[in-house]
């Protein structure tokens, strides 16, 4: 359950992500914990959203509140993930303080409904984002024309503009 929008965080990227913002991400959750966020969004893919949902997890016993809310698209979804991703997901939903499945199985465009969920349930998304078209960059331009505030950890890419 996503107790208050204005205190919940999303997270969106690509799955090509490799851990190059390690640092910045765990950096970026404790600075967002400090304005008042508690409530962490993932959309539980492979790549970024993995990766933040194991920033959250990792500071959670020292920041009291903090939150992760695994908002998978559908049941089964890390059936087609590699073994070690299999792994990676399966512990980061056993330590999820919840998990929203918005499909008990594949349909078509199902993550385009997760991403707009991750959008719709939070004020501020933290994004890798490269400015690569697919479905990061669908979710970037729809949190910015909703007037989400967005935080771009991609070294190439820190701002956005809509065009």
Same mark, same amino acid.
Do not use: I, K, T, W
């Given at each position: 359950m996503i107790a208050d929008r204005r205190t919940s965080v999303a997270f969106t990227g690509h799955r090509t992500y490799r851990g190059a913002a390690a640092d910045a991400l765990r950096r970026t959750v404790g600075e967002l914990y400090a304005l008042g966020f508690r409530t962490f969004l993932s959309g539980m893919a492979v790549g970024f959203d993995l990766a933040a949902a194991e920033a959250v997890l990792e500071l959670r016993?020292?920041? $009291?509140?903090?939150? /992760?809310? #695994? *908002?998978? $698209?559908?049941?089964?979804?890390?059936?087609?993930?590699? !073994?070690?991703? %299999? +792994? %990676?997901? %399966?512990? #980061?939903? +056993?330590? #999820?303080?919840?998990?929203?499945? /918005?499909? $008990?199985?594949?349909?078509?465009?199902?993550?385009?409904? %997760?991403?707009?969920?991750? *959008?719709? !349930?939070?004020?501020?998304? *933290?994004a890798w984002y490269d400015g690569s078209p697919g479905g990061t960059r669908h979710t970037v331009f729809r949190a910015l024309r909703r007037g989400l505030e967005f935080v771009n950890l991609h070294p190439q890419r820190a701002g956005v503009a809509l065009t």
């Open positions: 016993d020292s920041l $009291p509140g903090l939150r /992760l809310v #695994a *908002v998978v $698209p559908f049941g089964g979804q890390e059936a087609r993930f590699s !073994h070690a991703d %299999r +792994a %990676r997901y %399966r512990a #980061a939903m +056993a330590s #999820a303080d919840d998990a929203v499945v /918005l499909s $008990p199985v594949y349909r078509a465009g199902c993550y385009a409904v %997760r991403n707009n969920y991750l *959008v719709d !349930h939070a004020s501020l998304l *933290v």
